[in-house]
């Protein structure tokens, strides 16, 4: 739906209804149960006009949607990514993921139940930057923006961050690693590691430093 919304920004149009039926259509094939595909319509016809109606949201005219990156090479490591919009400036990029779910306050949150999911929507903006770099060679600015499109209100409705390159260098370092381990079925015990964002820290630092 926010596919189709982005297409017709891109010719100067708005038209709810039809994006709404474009959610209700794509819906279909999920193959729901009657009672629950019903829920799940009006539901998502709401969440479309609160987001792109009463909160006024505005997607920008140019814009790619659905960008789709294939067999991207790092090293050997072999990348894929469909990044939900991308906005191209003249030395720039930014790029906009779609979130369902409950908007985080802030990518540096200090509520321990949040700090995870933080860490994962941070570290995908910083996939994104990579991706985008080991195809394109793009050496602008490369920004990126989770926008949480079940906000309850606009201050809610995005988070945004510019990875750095010790970002980027850190990802790419950590996704050749992976890379390795899984072709070589070295699957590491992760028994030893808490369930939280500490645990998770300390799982890619014994990765990164050849401890496992």
């Given at each position: 739906?926010?596919?189709?919304a ?19 259509t ?8 009657p ?10 016809r709401?969440l ?17 949607a ?21 906005d ?25 139940a ?7 929507h941070?570290?995908?903006?910083i ?27 606009p ?8 990875p ?22 070295d ?24 401890k496992?």
């Amino acid at each position: 739906a926010l596919k189709l919304a982005q297409n017709q920004a891109n010719h100067g149009r708005k038209n709810l209804p039809v994006i709404q039926k474009e959610f209700e259509t794509a819906l279909l094939r999920e193959q729901l149960p009657p009672t629950e595909h019903k829920r799940q319509a009006a539901k998502g016809r709401r969440l479309l006009k609160k987001l792109l109606g009463d909160m006024k949201y505005q997607l920008p005219a140019g814009s790619l949607a659905e960008y789709e990156l294939h067999n991207v090479r790092l090293d050997d490591a072999r990348l894929s990514g469909t990044l939900d919009r991308v906005d191209r400036g003249e030395n720039s990029i930014h790029v906009v993921d779609y979130k369902t779910g409950q908007a985080l306050p802030s990518f540096e949150t200090e509520n321990q139940a949040e700090m995870l999911k933080a860490y994962h929507h941070k570290m995908q903006l910083i996939f994104y930057a990579l991706l985008l770099e080991a195809k394109d060679g793009h050496g602008g600015k490369i920004s990126g923006e989770m926008v949480y499109v079940q906000a309850d209100k606009p201050v809610n409705l995005s988070r945004g961050y510019t990875p750095t390159q010790e970002d980027k260098a850190r990802l790419a370092k950590l996704i050749k690693v992976v890379w390795k381990k899984v072709n070589n079925l070295d699957l590491p015990d992760v028994a030893i590691y808490t369930p939280d964002l500490a645990g998770m820290l300390a799982f890619e630092q014994d990765l990164l430093s050849g401890k496992i």
